[in-house]
């Protein structure tokens, strides 16, 4: 069974940049779909992103779409997601999660992976 854990979340102003680590162990994820999902108080959580497991094809939700970034390495079992021009709306605890079985496709919906990381804090400052 895999685990996942996120880091690199923390204070930002406005405008600024981070970049979300999601380092897996117990297997390998480099032929796993990866998604990042994203949870603000009072509210549901929601899709943020995903990445193929061959890492060629990436989406995003569409209030992020050219500002984040998914990236995998997978010699270091790691999933990126870079965010730039960070909005107030953005904060939230950001999750990495990957699909159930290998090979298997992508989707939005958080019900469609299997493994989730305990999250990671992004605040971003107005």
């Known amino acids: 069974q895999v685990q996942l854990v996120e880091s690199g979340g923390g204070l930002v102003q406005a405008g600024g940049s981070l970049r979300l680590s999601c380092a897996a162990s117990?297997?390998?994820?480099?032929?796993?779909?990866m998604g990042w999902f994203r949870q603000a108080p009072g509210k549901e959580r929601e899709f943020v992103g995903a990445?193929?497991?061959?890492?060629?094809?990436?989406y995003y939700a569409v209030s992020v779409k050219g500002r984040f970034t998914i990236s995998r390495y997978n010699a270091k079992n790691t999933v990126y997601l870079q965010m730039n021009r960070l909005m107030p709306e953005d904060a939230a605890v950001y999750y990495c999660?990957?699909?159930?079985?290998?090979?298997?496709?992508?989707?939005?919906?958080?019900?469609?992976?299997?493994?989730w990381g305990q999250g990671t804090q992004v605040t971003v400052s107005s």
């Open positions: 999660a990957t699909t159930p079985g290998p090979y298997r496709t992508t989707t939005a919906a958080a019900e469609e992976y299997a493994y």
């Open positions: 117990g297997r390998t994820i480099s032929n796993y779909g």
């Open positions: 990445i193929s497991w061959r890492g060629d094809i990436t």
